[in-house]
């Protein structure tokens, strides 16, 4: 892995596969770091072709921390806005198109998941020269009346994870039981996995906080995505109850010409078993992107 500094702070990527093939910018969930994009979910997409960048958000993994600011107030941060927060989903945008810079990339299949899918939305609207196609994953668009949580689900958002490894990785795996996967989706010995490797790399409840804020202080994106003009697919899980469905279908309304692609028995996760359909959903809408740009160049 590899730190890039971008503006005032420094952010830890990683590069898989060529960097001469169409790059896939992978956006991380709250509090998720890059490794939140499974191994082999990344080689999946290497193998059509892709190159894949995934990085830290600041705030999280091997990132710069945004020390200071405002204390945790959702309620301020709703009603202040950009004046009462670290920083927006605004600022988490432009790092992700000035890591792009870093490394000489003018666009990307920009991908997101969660958070991640907000902070791709504000990319393909801040900057619509550098993002390729638009892949939207178990996110919303900042609306007050949609992709809400069950108050189950807003119980684990809000939970302080504990200090100790086992009780950490124990609580995790407790709380995919509300917002997880059912049925075959369902992969005990992978969120497991995944819940060790993310404490050992390292967490940071503060600093999650502040993503919360960034969040909530970024408002209603409805508008401003009916101005996305790439091609857009929405990926959502059926029964997500952490950002309900009606979250992803909203995205889908607001973006023109968006296709949503609903997966059922999956919830706020991207178990393995669901790998298949997004990296296939992925893919097509990279191709759509790839030919629009082709009629784009026969018609000149």
């Not at 927060?85 to 945008?93: F, H, K």
């Not at 949503?260 to 996760?269: F, I, K, R, S, T």
């Amino acid at each position: 892995m590899d730190r890039a500094v971008v503006g005032d702070i420094e952010l830890c990527y990683e590069v898989r596969g060529s960097r001469t093939d169409p790059t896939v910018l992978l956006v991380a969930g709250l509090g998720r770091q890059l490794i939140g994009w499974d191994d082999g979910f990344c080689d999946e997409l290497v193998a059509e072709g892709f190159c894949v960048v995934r990085f830290d958000n600041r705030d999280a993994g091997a990132s710069s921390r945004i020390e200071g600011g405002p204390p945790f107030d959702m309620a301020a941060a709703r009603r202040g806005g950009a004046q009462a927060v670290a920083y927006t989903l605004d600022d988490m945008a432009d790092d992700a198109a000035g890591l792009l810079d870093v490394l000489g990339m003018k666009s990307a299949h920009a991908v997101g998941s969660s958070m991640g899918g907000m902070i791709v939305q504000t990319l393909a609207i801040r900057h619509p020269g550098r993002v390729r196609s638009l892949c939207s994953i178990m996110s919303t668009t900042g609306a007050d009346d949609v992709g809400l949580p069950t108050r189950e689900a807003m119980a684990v958002l809000l939970q302080r994870p504990p200090a100790d490894r086992d009780a950490y990785v124990a609580s995790e795996l407790a709380n995919s039981r509300v917002i997880g996967s059912r049925g075959a989706l369902v992969d005990v010995e992978w969120r497991r996995g995944r819940f060790e490797r993310f404490y050992d790399r390292g967490i940071d409840p503060v600093a999650t906080s502040r993503q919360i804020m960034a969040i909530v202080a970024s408002g209603d994106r409805t508008a401003a995505l009916g101005s996305v003009r790439v091609p857009t697919v929405v990926i959502h899980g059926e029964i997500d109850t952490l950002v309900s469905l009606d979250g992803g279908e909203a995205t889908a309304q607001a973006v023109p010409g968006a296709e949503l692609v609903v997966l059922p028995d999956m919830g706020h996760e991207l178990p393995p078993g669901a790998w298949p359909r997004v990296v296939a959903a992925i893919v097509a809408n990279a191709g759509r992107a790839g030919a629009s740009a082709s009629a784009a160049g026969t018609a000149r």
